[in-house]
Nanobody, 133 residues
Framework: QVQLVESGGGLVQAGGSLRLSCAAT????????MGWFRQAPGKEREFVAA????????YYADSVKGRFTISKDTAKNTVYLQMNSLKPEDTAIYYC??????????????????????????WGQGTQVTVSS
């Protein structure tokens, strides 16, 4: 059974930075794409960023492009989300997720597909990020 455990959330002032981590156990981490999503109070869970199974391709929501960076460390079975220049509107619970299909994310089409929650079958419990103005 796959387990995903997020950490690194907290309270930060606008303009600050945080790095989220998601440690994965249970199946061959190096062969699965990973994604980060977030959910603010009263809103739908939305896509933030994704990385392909190899870590060589990445994809970002327009709202975080240029500020957030997703990376994958296969030696540590961990995916990271480096968040810089944080804004109050980034306040949310952040979730990591693992893609359903092994080897996904090799094409532009597949990377675009990783925006959909339906492409993931395992989710972490979430970590709270609060950005004060």
């Amino acid at each position: 059974q796959v387990q995903l455990v997020e950490s690194g959330g907290g309270l930060v002032q606008a303009g600050g930075s945080l790095r989220l981590s998601c440690a994965a156990t249970g199946r061959a981490f190096s062969t699965y794409a990973m994604g980060w999503f977030r959910q603010a109070p009263g809103k739908e869970r939305e896509f933030v960023a994704a990385t392909s199974w190899s870590g060589g391709n990445t994809y970002y929501a327009d709202s975080v492009k240029g500020r957030f960076t997703i990376s994958k460390d296969t030696a540590k079975n961990t995916v990271y989300l480096q968040m810089n220049s944080l804004k109050p509107e980034d306040t949310a619970i952040y979730y990591c997720a693992q893609a359903q299909t092994r080897g996904y994310g090799s094409t532009i089409f597949e990377m675009g597909g990783l925006r959909s929650k339906m492409k993931y079958d395992y989710w972490g419990q979430g970590t709270q990020v609060t950005v004060s103005s």
